[in-house]
């Protein structure tokens, strides 16, 4: 892969802004003293995958937020779990124990551990489920 002239250029973003504005790429060549070809090489190659990446960054960050946030859901769920249980309010327990469950699957989700296909059928897998009802609920 050849190394692109307008990505190591100092006007790199001025290209791009002309760019986005729909500025003939003659203008941009005579204006910055680029090639016409590198520029639209840049254009059609460079742009899209920065903007690829980008996503993809902002994607990753916006799973970290939203599991942070079922991780403080799933903190308030088992609080409420214990204090039903202290209380022997079987309803609430229950009641927090399904939003438990809900926050795990989501949790799972966003990390990429369970599969859309798999949550449709199955939900949470019966072991991990299991293994997460001994640890809250039965507090083993
Ligand atoms: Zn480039």
Do not use: W
Request: hydrophobic share 40%.
């Amino acid at each position: 892969m050849t190394k692109c002239t307008i990505c190591s250029s100092p006007n790199r973003a001025e290209i791009e802004a002309a760019l986005v504005k729909g500025t003939p790429l003659r203008q941009i060549e005579a204006k910055y003293r680029r090639a016409k070809s590198s520029i639209d090489r840049h254009a059609r190659q460079c742009v899209p995958q920065a903007i690829a990446k980008a996503a993809e960054a902002r994607e990753i960050k916006l799973a970290d937020v939203l599991l942070e946030e079922v991780e403080a859901l799933h903190s308030t769920a088992k609080e409420i779990l214990h204090e039903a249980r202290m209380s022997k309010d079987g309803v609430l327990a229950l009641k927090a124990i399904a939003q438990a469950r809900r926050n795990i699957e989501l949790a799972a989700r966003l990390t990429g551990k369970l599969e859309p296909e798999q949550e449709t059928r199955k939900g949470v897998q019966l072991e991990e489920f299991l293994a997460i009802y001994r640890r809250v609920v039965v507090q083993e």
